[in-house]
Each structure stands twice: as structure tokens, then as C-alpha cells.
């Protein structure tokens, strides 16, 4: 896939550190926008990482948040697009996708993040418990309430994406290096000057962190705070279903912690349950590729089988797979975007919250821009790498505050509710004094993943 029949050059203008969906991304972007000398460095294989077994849902709908709505629209009309510049196929099929509402509260939730979804360009349309039947026939529908149905909206295969766009990035002059580890940075004055690699040090204007669940310990290395953390991620594929309905869309829903698609002629039923296990608190081994965690069948027990019950046809059906592997996730929900407060031209774009595929195109155009132009086009304030403390990046709180955030994207979600675990970690001068006056300590909450509610 590389270029590793070449050497590796003395200097470029940005060398990106990781060969996922999001430094592929920004790659591609880079050379589109007429900067020609980057270069990618990918310690293994592209897509490795964890990109290689995300599920690969190409959603639009359910951010509250402007630029990431914007962010997801301009995605899939990339990925729709690759083949016809670059000849390689990303695999999206716009088979639509279904949001289902199962009681008032979410029903509420989700009219009101349709109505922003709208606003800002998205095609979602409320429908009714018969229709979700007419399109998913497979699913129970008696109990739902409403779904709400982007028909242009479906599924990438992530590999294939990711393979895409670091053809367009080597069409415009990219050069891309597998089997090439990055060790650490080199840095003077408060801004960095390169990278060191096996094969030597490489001098570079700019560097961008993309390196996934391995950025935090990249980070640590450079002294610049990345607290994203790596917790156990579950789907469950199914045998295959004899005349399975063609063209099902996506559908999800969280009252049973699923979301469900075709894979192979059965079922794709993949699992946020609302109460994770974070994987390597400590250190994510440098020579996990193309790697698996073994499946905690009693854990997991109780929330597969609800999400069973929403299909009940798969209860019926062997297991084909059982898939257990690592993904990136942010004490808040937000990813962690920008030029870090520590290290001048130093970039970051890491911590995606298992919606890198989604997010992956118009992050990269982002961070194109950011790079390129030194500013990022879109309000990015609730991403900025800025926000974050170093308190944050210490064990204790990763361990617990990543359980409730990942815990909290399936839950129903309410305005000014805030986070309960890892509280206290830093307080004001005069928090005694306030808390004896009856004060009231507010957090913050993101609606999903994207959309922050209060500050």
C-alpha cells in the first residue's frame, strides 16, 4: 500500500503521525488543497488501528451540533464520490437509517434533534411504528413510538474508504510510509521541529497526531495532553437469514443498546451498553494491529440479549462472530481537535468516539484548513483540544469518568443534566465557601456525540 520503496525524506512541510480513516483524511485534503509535500507515517498497515473493524454507518442525523452536522453531510457526498476521482470504491450504499423513539422522553429528544437537523441540511423524516416494520421487517415494532428515517444516509466499508482516500492524497503528490513507527518529536523554542523514526529523525513545519488510541501516549511523549482512553467495543454477527428483506436501512436503537444492519446475508448487531469496560488504562501496547480483545460473555450477557429482542429472528440464528475490539473515547464526548496550547504546530485530531468514519472526511477538510490557512473555517469550540485539563489524563479519572461518558451515548439525554463520576478532581479557591453558602456545581453534558447543551 505505502511508498516504502522509497526512502524516507530529510524534511516535509507536514508529516502526519497515523494511517487511519482521519490522517488519511487529512492527508487527501492537504493535497487537494495544493500541499504537496506531506507525508504519512503509519507505525503498521493502514487501517490497523481500529479502523479496520468500525462498523461503518454513514449517519447524518443526531448531533446538536452545527459544524457536525455539517461535518457528516459533507462526508457522505465524499464517500459517495471517491470512486468516480480515484477508481477505488468507499462502499457506501445509501440504504437509509432509522433512529428509533420507544418512550415520550426520547420521542421528545429526537423531534427536537430533527428539527435542528433539518435546519442545518438533513433530509429526516418522523414515521410511524408501520413503517419502520415496512422497512425493517425483521424488527418488533409494536412497542416504538416513532423512528426517524434519513433515506439518503446507509453504510461505508471502512477499509475500503480509507484505502480511497490515501489513493486521492498519493494522487495529489502525497507520499504515504507503512512499517514506520514514530518514536517521538523534536521540538525547539515551544514549537516542534520533526519527528523521529527507525529510520532517522525527519525535520517538519508542522505535525499532526492522528495516531487513534495510541495519541495520548504520542502526546505524553511530546508533553502535550491527549486524554482520550480505549474501551472494549462489541458487535455480534449472525448466520446468515434465508430471503433476507434487500436494502434494509440502518436501524437503532438505544431503549435496547443496538443498531442493526445486513452483513453478509445476516445480521450486524452492534452494542453500546451503559456500562463499558476501559481497556489499558495505562499503556496500549505499540504492536496491536489488526487486533481483537476477548469477548466478556457474562458482561455482556444481559445487554446482547435485550438487544436481541429488538430482532427477534436472531435469537434463532448461530453466531458467526462474537467481536470484541478497542475504541477511542473523551471524558466528554468531544473529540480532541486542534494545535495543542503546549506545542506550537503541533496538531492533534484524535479521540473520535466510534464516529470516525462519520466525522473522518469533513474532519480532515478541517484540519486542512486549520493547518494551511491557520484557522480551522467552523466553530469548533466545543472539539478544541484547549478545553481539555491535564487532571483529566490521570488514571483514576480516565477509568471512571470514560464508563459514564460511553455509558451516556445510548441514554436518553437531558438539558443541564451533569456528570456524576470523577467530580471534584479540581476546584476553585473559594469552593469551600461556596458549597457552605449552598452553591450548586454544574457540569456539562453533550447530547450524543456532538452536541454540547450546557457549559
Not at 111 to 123: E, K, L, M, S
Not at 140 to 155: H, I, N, P, S
Not at 203 to 217: E, I
Not at 344 to 354: D, E, H, M, R, T
Request: glycine share 12%; aromatic share 8%.
Amino acid at each position: 500500500m505505502g511508498n516504502n520503496d522509497a526512502n524516507l525524506p530529510k524534511h516535509a512541510n507536514v508529516v502526519i503521525i497515523g494511517g487511519g480513516i482521519i490522517g488519511c483524511s487529512i492527508a487527501y485534503h492537504l493535497g487537494h488543497m495544493g500541499c504537496k509535500d506531506v507525508v504519512l507515517l503509519e507505525r503498521d498497515e493502514l487501517t490497523s488501528g481500529t479502523t479496520w473493524h468500525a462498523a461503518g454507518l454513514m449517519v447524518t442525523f443526531g448531533s446538536l451540533s452545527e459544524t457536525s452536522t455539517e461535518m457528516r453531510i459533507y462526508g457522505r457526498d465524499l464517500y459517495s464520490k471517491l470512486e468516480a476521482e480515484t477508481g477505488l470504491t468507499s462502499g457506501f450504499t445509501p440504504i437509509g437509517f432509522i433512529e428509533a423513539a420507544s418512550n415520550r422522553d426520547r420521542l421528545e429528544e429526537y423531534r427536537r434533534v430533527a428539527a435542528f437537523n433539518r435546519y442545518c441540511g438533513v433530509d429526516v423524516n418522523e414515521i410511524g411504528p408501520d413503517d419502520i416494520k415496512k422497512l425493517f421487517p425483521l424488527a418488533r415494532t409494536e412497542d416504538l413510538m416513532a423512528g426517524f428515517y434519513v433515506k439518503e444516509d446507509g453504510r461505508v466499508n471502512p477499509v475500503d474508504g480509507t484505502v480511497a482516500l490515501a489513493k486521492g492524497a498519493r494522487n495529489q503528490g502525497v507520499s504515504i510510509f507503512e512499517k514506520t513507527p514514530v518514536k517521538g518529536i523534536t521540538k525547539k523554542n515551544g514549537r516542534v521541529t520533526g519527528v523521529i523514526t527507525e529510520q532517522g529523525e525527519m525535520t517538519a513545519d508542522v505535525v499532526v497526531n492522528c495516531a487513534g488510541m495510541w495519541a495520548r501516549q504520542l502526546g505524553d511523549a511530546a508533553g502535550v495532553n491527549i486524554p482520550n482512553q480505549s474501551t472494549e467495543h462489541y458487535y455480534l454477527i449472525t448466520e446468515e437469514i434465508d430471503d433476507i428483506p434487500k436494502n434494509m436501512p440502518v436501524l437503532e436503537d438505544p431503549s435496547h443498546y443496538g443498531y442493526y444492519r445486513e452483513e453478509v446475508g445476516g445480521l450486524m448487531i452492534g452494542l453500546f451498553e451503559p456500562k463499558c469496560a476501559p481497556w489499558k488504562l495505562k499503556t496500549v501496547p505499540e504492536t496491536f494491529s489488526f487486533g481483537e480483545i476477548e469477548p466478556d460473555w457474562d458482561r455482556m450477557g444481559p445487554f446482547l440479549e435485550k438487544a436481541m429482542a429488538r430482532v427477534p429472528i436472531t435469537r434463532e440464528l448461530g453466531i458467526k462472530k462474537f467481536f470484541c475490539g478497542p475504541e477511542s473515547f473523551t471524558a466528554d464526548l468531544g473529540p480532541i481537535i486542534g494545535e495543542a496550547p503546549e506545542l506550537k504546530n503541533y496538531f492533534v485530531c484524535a479521540g473520535l468516539n466510534s464516529i470516525g468514519i462519520i466525522m473522518g472526511p469533513g474532519l480532515g477538510r478541517m484540519m486542512a484548513h486549520w493547518i494551511m490557512d491557520g484557522d480551522p473555517g467552523v466553530d469548533i469550540t466545543g472539539f478544541n483540544i484547549d478545553r481539555l485539563h491535564t487532571y483529566q489524563n490521570n488514571v483514576d479519572y480516565r477509568a471512571h469518568r470514560t464508563v459514564e461518558s460511553l455509558g451516556k451515548v445510548y441514554k436518553c439525554h437531558y438539558p443541564f443534566q451533569s456528570m456524576e463520576t470523577a467530580r471534584g478532581a479540581k476546584k476553585s479557591a473559594i469552593y469551600d465557601r461556596l458549597k457552605d453558602r449552598g452553591g450548586i456545581f454544574q457540569g456539562c453534558q453533550r447530547l450524543g456525540r456532538g452536541g454540547l447543551v450546557c457549559a
